[in-house]
């Protein structure tokens, strides 16, 4: 089964596009790397399939069953707001949160609390730092023991060793409970070496949607002389050019010309890749 499948999923805020016509599939105990440009719809597509906003059209569905109006009680959610009572303490709100969520682990909170350090259990929410209230809120999460976790840019406000340790608390859980979990972040380099999956967003649409190690074997970046034709086989995605040099971003290349030589691509030139083309594309 699916965790979150999508099927003509549109969200419109009046004459703006949030999101348009998604349809996916996001497999079940995987971690699935949401990326895309600034206002491609990321958060837009997290808050629907929390049930916070309602589609313009299309339907949304966590484990087999339809999201209508409120978070399917097998998921977690981490809003980019990170919304918490400014007014309580930490040991408040994470009572609160206890009596608010029907399955709770207590320990689970507190490990997550632990291995961040540092926060004080009667500082008020509203002196935490940004970073200090994403942890919180990522703590809470996690409490909540969900089949399925939605974080939205988690490791934006965090310093390098916070953002390591929310990985590893998160793919703890991912290794433990089978847990899916969903991340829309632009730090490439760090969910590389955790992400199964890519959903790549474009203008409110699916530009990418895949297994992460065969998008990165079915694509290569071509590079041989400015003055050559397209090679052809395969989809050329995106043209640079400098010099006497051109590099292409090609899906399934096939066998070369003489005179141009194939890379590999990592998970992050891979999206730069379609993220360029897209500009251009919206340049023309
Ligand atoms: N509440 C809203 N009212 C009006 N337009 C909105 C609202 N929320 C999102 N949008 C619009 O929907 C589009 C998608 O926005 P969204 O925040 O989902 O993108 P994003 O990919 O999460 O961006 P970012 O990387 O900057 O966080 C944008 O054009 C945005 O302006």
Known sequence: MSALSTIGLSKRYGDRRGIEDCTVKLPEGKVVALVGANGAGKSTFLALAAGLVEPSSGAVRVFGDKVRGRIHPDAAYLSQRRPLYG????????????????????????????????LDVGTRVDSLSPGMRSKLALALCLGRLPRL???????????????????????????????????????????????????LLQGGGVELDGDVDELLEEHRDLVGPADAGPPEAGTV?????????????VRDPGALAPGWESQQLDLESLVTGYLRADRVRAGA
């Open 87 to 118: 007014t309580f303490t930490v040991a408040e709100m994470v009572r609160a949160a206890a009596k608010m969520n029907r399955r709770w682990s207590q320990e689970r909170v507190e490990e997550a609390l632990a291995a961040f350090g540092g």
């Open 149 to 199: 976790l939605m974080l939205d840019e988690p490791l934006a406000d965090l310093d390098p060793l916070a953002r390591d340790e929310t990985i590893r608390l998160v793919m703890a859980d991912v290794a433990d409970r089978g847990m899916t979990v969903v991340i829309s972040s632009h730090l490439l380099g760090e969910l590389r070496e955790v992400c199964d999956h890519l959903l």
């Open 237 to 249: 995605v995106h043209v640079r050019k400098s010099g006497r040099q051109q590099r292409l971003l």
